[in-house]
């Protein structure tokens, strides 16, 4: 279960499997209309940038976004 916080205070949430790669996460958010191509992840404390480009493939089990994770997109 992930929650993404957007620039403008709201939020999206959305359950993928552990097994899923941050790739898919960032597919999944660019398909969301409120999302800008040029946005990032980023893990709150400590303030830590999901590249999709260096770790895409990594899985959201092994960046330790699984079970549950808030995440900001700036």
Do not use: F
């Amino acid at each position: 279960r992930l929650q993404v916080r957007l620039p403008d205070g709201s939020a999206l949430r959305h359950t993928l499997p552990p097994e899923s790669t941050l790739a898919e996460l960032y597919a999944w958010l660019r398909g969301q209309p409120q999302v800008h191509r040029q946005q990032c992840l980023w893990i709150p404390l400590p303030r830590t940038r999901l590249d999709p480009d260096a770790q895409g493939d990594q899985t959201l089990l092994s960046l330790g976004l699984s079970p549950s994770a808030s995440l900001l997109l700036l």
